[in-house]
């Protein structure tokens, strides 16, 4: 039986002999990643290399919990909304300076 493993950014690709004859059917294994950013059904890829990780870190639900607040957000200046998401996510960042510097006002 042929299968996908994931880790990360990587794929692993596992194939039996019959699978490997038909060059075909290995694209049914491989997961498409090439929405970008939202996928077809609208809902966020959290594993698009864009995110640069992000939302798998120390601070990833609060990542999550910004971007997605930030991305459903309807207001006329887009994310205004999300000032109590986004700041909450800034608090884990200084928590975590280590992992977050890149992230962080120099003045904190």
């Not at 910004?66 to 109590?84: L, N, Q, T």
Request: aromatic content about 10%; glycine content about 8%; proline content about 6%.
């Amino acid at each position: 039986m042929s299968y996908c493993k994931r880790d990360g950014k990587d794929i692993s690709v596992f194939v039996t002999r019959e699978d490997a004859s038909k060059p075909e059917a290995l694209n049914t294994l491989v997961e498409d990643d090439s929405y970008g950013i939202i996928l077809p059904n609208g809902e966020i890829n959290w594993d698009c290399p864009c995110l640069g990780g992000m939302p798998h870190g120390a601070c990833g639900q609060e990542f999550k919990d910004s971007f997605s607040c930030f991305h459903k957000s309807e207001e006329e200046v887009k994310g205004s909304d999300c000032i109590p998401q986004f700041r909450t996510m800034q608090e884990c960042f200084q928590k975590h300076p280590d992992l977050y510097a890149n992230y962080l006002d120099d003045d904190e």
